[in-house]
């Protein structure tokens, strides 16, 4: 299995699990809370997972990444109200462009190391999230515990990206005096 489609399954299952489990409980302040918590490991998720992606054009990876996570997060502030709602467009905002910012520094593998560190906190996340909504404290270290090690276990040992050689021809180069 490759890294995108990993990535994208441990993605779609973790929003699948926020929007069904996670319920608004009436406090507004622990309400954003969740919200704030749930778009940033989202959006720093989304944000190196687009990256591998679009790893060639680092502004259109940028763009994509941005838009995405703030409207997942615009999304996910959806069913605590309005205040929320604007907090989750900002922390998925602000956390795809840390994402796909730190991402860019690193080679192939680290980067997929990274992407792997962020699909874990996710999944963590979502989990700590769910319990808490569900009140199970004692079962919380166990479940966080066997999806992380799932994780890592699981993630693909060999990263493929296609880097095509870029050919510049004299149309497209800008000359500077």
Request: aromatic content about 12%; glycine content about 6%; proline content about 2%.
């Amino acid at each position: 299995m490759s890294v995108v489609i990993f990535s994208s399954v441990v993605l779609l299952i973790n929003l699948l699990i926020i929007f069904i489990f996670i319920r608004p409980n009436g406090k507004q302040m622990e309400s954003m809370i969740t919200t704030m918590v749930l778009t940033s490991s989202t959006g720093l998720s989304i944000g190196f997972f687009i990256w591998f992606l679009f790893s060639e054009n680092h502004l259109v990876a940028t763009l994509i990444a941005i838009g995405s996570a703030a409207f997942i997060g615009m999304f996910i502030g959806m069913k605590f109200g309005i205040k929320c709602q604007v907090e989750g467009f900002f922390s998925g905002l602000m956390a795809s462009m840390m994402g796909i910012m730190l991402i860019m520094m690193f080679n192939v593998q680290d980067s997929a190391f990274l992407l792997m560190v962020g699909l874990a906190f996710l999944c963590s996340m979502t989990i700590f999230s769910v319990a808490r909504q569900f009140e199970l404290p004692y079962k919380l270290l166990v479940i966080l515990c066997i999806t992380v090690v799932l994780v890592f276990g699981l993630f693909p040992k060999e990263v493929i990206v296609d880097h095509h050689p870029k050919h510049h021809s004299f149309k497209n180069q800008i000359l500077l005096i």
